[in-house]
Nanobody, 126 residues
Framework: QVQLVESGGGLVQAGGSLRLSCAAS????????LGWFRQAPGKEREFVAA????????SYADSVKGRFTVSRDNAKNTGYLQMGSLEPEDTATYYC???????????????????WGQGTQVTVSS
């Protein structure tokens, strides 16, 4: 089992920045790819970004490329999502997830992740 706890969400004006954190406990965090997903009210959950277990490769949704950066510190069992140039369309509950993957690039589909956090709310005002 891997337990994940997100933090860092909040209310920010358009154009602002936030950094989300995902603290992991339980099984060895370094064995898992880390993904970030979000879900806005009335919409389906969507992929945002992911990072391989080693931190060597990343994947991003087109909507956040160039604005968001995913990273991890395996020594601290923590993952991060640095969000910049935020837009009202980024408003959602953000979830981190952990999943085993041997692929060169981290998985981008929700079903490929085994463990999920409880989510943190990000609200971007215009």
């Amino acid at each position: 089992q891997v337990q994940l706890v997100e933090s860092g969400g909040g209310l920010v004006q358009a154009g602002g920045s936030l950094r989300l954190s995902c603290a992991a406990s339980g099984r060895t965090f370094t064995s898992y790819a880390l993904g970030w997903f979000r879900q806005a009210p009335g919409k389906e959950r969507e992929f945002v970004a992911a990072i391989r277990w080693s931190g060597t490769t990343t994947s991003y949704a087109d909507s956040v490329k160039g604005r968001f950066t995913v990273s991890r510190d395996n020594a601290k069992n923590t993952g991060y999502l640095q969000m910049g140039s935020l837009e009202p369309e980024d408003t959602a509950t953000y979830y981190c997830a952990a999943g085993r993957s041997s692929s060169l690039y981290p998985p981008t589909r929700g079903y490929q992740y085994d463990y999920w956090g409880q989510g943190t709310q990000v609200t971007v005002s215009s």
